[in-house]
């Protein structure tokens, strides 16, 4: 029997873009699919351990990244984010209406041992370090390495 297998690259930072990236991972674990996802650059953002605005990297610059970017739960919507209110006015309509929240799909992609993975290139450019990640970052890899983990599946870019 073949294992069904959804790896995803998660590019994105954006609120939207991130419950999209674990809805259908949840999904696909749910019904069980092999999943992997790679995050890299400002998808790099979802796992930090530290949530809010901090200086994290390795140089003055990099820190200026680290203080720009907030972690999930500063994570802005591509449009109508009004001054940090869309992602707020979002998870109030999606508990409003019964829907997993960001947050909570992120927990449920733990549960079900979906593989967090980082993108060594991006977190060097960005001054950061796998102890900056929450521990369920499976490991650190190159992209070569990563397609050789998703060979055989179907991939996403979100």
Known sequence: MTTKKLSIIA???????????????????????????????????????????????????????????GGLKASPTTRFNFCGIGPKIFRYLMRKNNVATLEELVEAAKVLGINFYACEMAMHILG??????????????????????SEGGQTLFI
């Open 128 to 149: 950061l370090k796998k102890e900056d990640f929450i521990p369920e970052v499976k490991d650190v890899l190159g992209v070569a390495s990563f397609l050789k983990l």
């Open 11 to 69: 590019f994105s930072g954006d609120f939207d873009k991130l419950t999209a990236v674990f809805t259908l991972a949840t999904g696909a674990a749910a019904v069980g699919y092999e999943v992997n996802i790679f995050f890299t650059f400002w998808g790099l953002d979802a796992l930090k351990i530290k949530q809010g605005r901090s200086p994290l990297g390795s140089n003055w610059l990099t820190k200026v990244f680290g203080v720009m970017m």
